[in-house]
């Protein structure tokens, strides 16, 4: 295959995950967490598909699209192995949507990352909060829930905090 398709079928499964995401918390309230600003672009998707939810972002430093960039009062700028428990803090309980998109090519860090991500969440997820992720995070007292028709598997994960 070539880059450019796969380039865009990555993309289009990231992008069916984050509707498919957000149509399996749509019964219920709840904030959204976007750990992984990046450029802005899933950031960008997530507030177009859930306009009314309040989303708050991660990430070490902005690098994204001017037009792609949350307000101070929905970004936590710095590590998230400070942040994160910050807002798990905070929201105690009130968090319906986390999507993690911090995978790097460092498969160790990685796997640093999404220990200290599932280990955090817990505190802030209310119960049937999904857990959409590029990297595999083990969340205490969740199941696996099923990728969109399409998604090879393990391209993304998601889980249901019970
Ligand atoms: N979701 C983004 C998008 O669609 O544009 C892409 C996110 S990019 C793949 C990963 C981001 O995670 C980078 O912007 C990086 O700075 C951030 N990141 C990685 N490790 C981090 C950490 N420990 N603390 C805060 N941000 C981190």
């Known amino acids: 295959m070539s880059r450019l398709n796969s380039v865009i079928r990555r993309l289009q499964a990231q992008r069916d995950c984050l509707n498919a995401a957000a ?28 306009p009314d939810r309040e989303i708050y972002v991660f990430d070490r430093q902005i690098a994204a699209h001017p037009k792609c960039i949350p307000d101070d009062d929905h970004l936590f700028l710095g590590d998230i192995f400070e942040t994160l428990p910050m807002a798990a803090e905070r929201f105690k309980g009130k968090v319906a949507l986390v999507h993690s998109d911090v995978g790097t090519g460092d498969e160790d860090l990685n796997a640093k990352i999404a220990a200290f991500i599932g280990q955090t969440l817990p505190t802030a997820l209310m119960t049937g909060a999904i857990v959409a992720s590029d990297q595999k995070i083990d969340v205490p007292n969740t199941i696996a829930e099923p990728l969109p028709e399409g998604v090879p598997k393990d391209r993304y994960f998601f889980r249901r905090y019970q």
């Open 23 to 50: 149509e399996m918390i749509k019964d219920q309230d709840g904030i959204v967490l976007e750990v992984g600003l990046g450029n802005g672009r899933t950031f960008d998707h997530l507030r177009e598909i859930m």
